[in-house]
């Protein structure tokens, strides 16, 4: 007796059934699923279940190209308390703010003639697959949150906000601000610190740096819509300002917001902004003051901002007192 025989001997005495070729002259089907199961259970007493990782997602079809819906993005300069918000509004529960990812370095590679022949054939751009490679990434982690909104915080990003407003044309902005002079010294202070032991710098280059993202800020607030927000006015009195916020989203105030510490938030590590021990309290904690004379390269945007009628020094060129 062959293999076909024995097996289809040893079927029969279990189930009743036999193996048989089906007729030439009709396609084989998949069985429905509720024969298969009834099979399986006569033979072994149990039956077939969705293995976890075929479960379907939740992310809804894209709209215009997109699969993400009004995200929100955080613009600011750097050392400007944008970790700190972060964590405030990650505290709510209908938003999701995860650490720093900067857009400007995640990009697709297409740099040979090849396939740039068959972008063209397709009719897309390096910008659009960019965008598309942002659009997927940040929709995958909001998925993955359980929550509806993302909140994206990275200071580098304000670098290319032209095309982070066209690739979600439906994103929405918080501007934050602090005293220039105050944000510049604390970002020279961080490299004097070794917060991050690749970088090195000394106070022009954290000034020149400083300038740079502060001017681009600006270009963003004046061309965008969206709600400015003041660190100082965060720290200061920190429910109003985040009731603003809030309705600025159209969300409900959560106290909870309030006392972020009692919320575990990914990112308090070198490279994902802030992660001072300060930070790291999960206190809202008063901003310190600002230094006291203002370098004369700042004194243009401090002035756009509202900062020299607040007490500051007059401008002059070098480097100012310590700050925060």
Request: charged share 25%; aromatic share 8%.
């Amino acid at each position: 007796m062959g293999w076909k025989e024995r097996t289809n001997a040893l079927l029969v005495g279990a189930t009743g059934y036999q193996l048989s070729r089906p007729p030439q002259d009709r396609a084989w089907r998949m069985p429905p699923p509720e024969r298969t199961n009834a099979l399986l259970v006569r033979l072994t007493g149990r039956q077939l279940t969705r293995p976890p990782s075929a479960r379907v997602s939740h992310i809804p079809p894209p709209r215009g190209g997109r699969l993400l819906t009004g995200p929100v993005f955080i613009f600011s300069a750097a050392r400007a308390g944008s970790t700190l918000l972060r964590a405030i509004m990650g505290s709510h529960p209908g938003l999701y703010a995860p650490p720093e990812l900067p857009l400007k370095q995640l990009r697709v590679r297409a740099e040979t003639k090849w396939i740039k022949a068959s972008l063209d054939n397709l009719r897309l751009t390096v910008d659009e697959l960019d965008y598309l490679l942002w659009d997927r990434v940040l929709a995958d982690a909001l998925e993955r949150s359980g929550k509806p909104t993302i909140v994206v915080k990275t200071p580098s990003n304000v670098l290319v906000w032209k095309q982070i407003a066209t690739c979600w044309p439906d994103a929405r902005f918080i501007f934050l601000l602090r005293h220039p002079a105050a944000s510049v010294a604390s970002l020279h202070s961080q490299w004097n610190g070794n917060w991050h032991p690749d970088e090195d710098g000394s106070f022009g280059e954290a000034l020149a740096k400083g300038l740079r993202y502060m001017s681009t800020l600006e270009e963003a607030r004046s061309a965008l819509d969206g709600l400015t927000v003041r660190y100082e006015e965060l720290t200061a009195d920190p429910e109003a300002t985040v009731r603003e916020i809030c309705a600025f989203l159209g969300v409900p105030f959560e106290p909870r917001m309030l006392d972020y510490g009692r919320f575990e938030h990914e990112g308090f590590a070198v490279g994902l902004g802030d992660s001072s021990e300060k930070i790291r309290s999960g206190r809202i904690q008063e901003a310190a003051p600002p230094p006291e004379q203002v370098p004369a390269e700042l004194a243009g945007i401090c002035a756009s901002w509202g900062y020299l009628e607040a007490g500051a020094g007059p401008a002059r060129p070098g480097r100012p007192g310590s700050g925060s």
